[in-house]
């Protein structure tokens, strides 16, 4: 069973399949075809094979330049920053009841940013000595 890839990027020379469905890099199906041709394209076109869609009958890869390669990893990192997270979580707060003014309002302002990213906020206040 091949490995799955957790990274985007360029497969170099490693490919498990010995058919492929191949796009070049203007986004064209090229068909399918054997690994051998599938690299010997890439080698023609200078260009680095990337995986697309490993479930797919044949696995479908991509010809693409290193320039594009790295904008389809910072797009997908911004995807990735974007998405909201599951699961909740919860942020938890405790100071004394004699908190100076200055401290007390910095940590509202710390409070109030955790509300903000939808954070459940736990706060406790213990009594002064």
Same mark, same amino acid.
């Given at each position: 069973?091949?490995?799955?890839?957790?990274?985007?990027?360029?497969?170099?020379?490693?490919?498990?399949?010995?058919?492929?469905?191949?796009?070049?890099?203007?986004?064209?199906?090229?068909?399918?075809?054997?690994?051998?041709?599938?690299?010997?394209?890439?080698?023609?076109?200078?260009?680095?094979?990337?995986?697309?869609?490993?479930?797919?009958?044949?696995?479908?890869?991509?010809?693409? @330049? +290193?320039?594009? /390669?790295? *904008?389809?990893?910072?797009?997908? %990192?911004?995807? !990735?920053?974007?998405?909201?997270? @599951? +699961?909740?979580? /919860?942020? *938890?707060?405790?100071?004394?009841? %004699?908190?100076? !003014?200055?401290?007390?309002?910095?940590?509202?302002?710390? /409070?109030?940013?955790?509300?903000?990213?939808?954070?459940?906020? !736990?706060?406790?206040?213990?009594?002064?000595?």
């Amino acid at each position: 069973e091949p490995k799955t890839k957790a990274a985007f990027g360029s497969v170099g020379r490693r490919i498990p399949y010995r058919i492929l469905h191949v796009i070049n890099q203007d986004g064209e199906s090229l068909g399918n075809m054997h690994r051998a041709e599938a690299l010997k394209l890439m080698d023609q076109h200078d260009l680095k094979l990337v995986l697309l869609r490993e479930n797919a009958d044949p696995p479908v890869y991509r010809l693409m @330049t +290193g320039q594009q /390669i790295h *904008e389809e990893q910072l797009r997908r %990192a911004e995807k !990735k920053k974007a998405s909201p997270k @599951t +699961g909740t979580y /919860i942020k *938890e707060l405790s100071f004394s009841s %004699a908190i100076a !003014k200055n401290d007390l309002e910095t940590k509202t302002k710390q /409070i109030a940013q955790w509300i903000e990213k939808k954070y459940h906020v !736990k706060v406790t206040i213990r009594q002064a000595k």
